[in-house]
């Protein structure tokens, strides 16, 4: 019914930025929320930084003053700004949306991860 496409990932060196992007799509009637996960090999997913429909923004300790979220209410679209990245930053990065479908049914939408490395 949703689906969340997330691009932007990439290769940077410590220190460098990098912007990442996801666009919700479908039967959407509402965005309550929209959040940038994270997970490397051997750890659990992390939540990285989320955002409501009002701007309020939360963050993980270990990016607080590194990366910025922003949405795009009007185009279901979530940025994330990443700077002074360091290699501890590396993972695969997902956007996760959650709504209410035209139906008013809830829905919770991820994407399908892009890879984010950062070389020392």
């Not at 009637?29 to 959040?35: G, P, T």
Request: aromatic content about 8%.
């Amino acid at each position: 019914q949703v689906q969340s496409v997330e691009s932007g990932g990439g290769l940077v060196q410590a220190g460098g930025s990098l912007r990442l992007s996801c666009a919700a799509s479908g039967r959407i009637h509402s965005i309550d929320y929209m959040a940038w996960f994270r997970q490397a090999p051997g750890n659990q997913r992390e939540l990285v930084a989320g955002i409501t429909a009002h701007g309020v923004t939360d963050y993980a300790v270990s990016v607080k003053g590194r990366f910025i979220i922003s949405r795009d209410n009007a185009n279901n679209m979530v940025d994330l700004q990443m700077n002074s990245l360091k290699p501890e930053d590396t993972a695969a990065y997902y956007c996760n949306t959650r709504g209410l479908t035209t139906r008013g049914v809830p829905f919770d939408s991820w994407g399908q991860g892009t890879q984010v490395t950062v070389s020392s």
